[in-house]
């Protein structure tokens, strides 16, 4: 599991607390259903480097497509 991956389960676990009410301490950071809106954004970032992480473990690049038009006939 990649620093990234537990990131988002880290963050994933707080949102779930946070928006029912409870507070949760990550790191030496107290959070509260106010901080939401942070987590989220945070889950964000994490989410989008886990993903890009396990793209190019697969051998693919994140987010890129190469359109090949060679069989248009032109």
Do not use: H, P
Not at 22 to 46: C, H, P, Y
Not at 48 to 63: D, K, L
């Amino acid at each position: 599991m990649s620093f990234a991956t537990e990131q988002v389960a880290l963050l994933q676990d707080a949102y779930r607390k946070v928006v029912s009410g409870q507070a949760v301490r990550l790191g030496e950071r107290q959070l509260t259903r106010a901080d939401a809106n942070w987590i989220s954004t945070e889950l964000d970032k994490w989410m989008r480097r886990a993903n890009a992480e396990q793209a190019a473990s697969a051998g693919g690049t994140a987010g890129v497509a190469i359109a090949d038009f060679s069989g248009c006939g032109r």
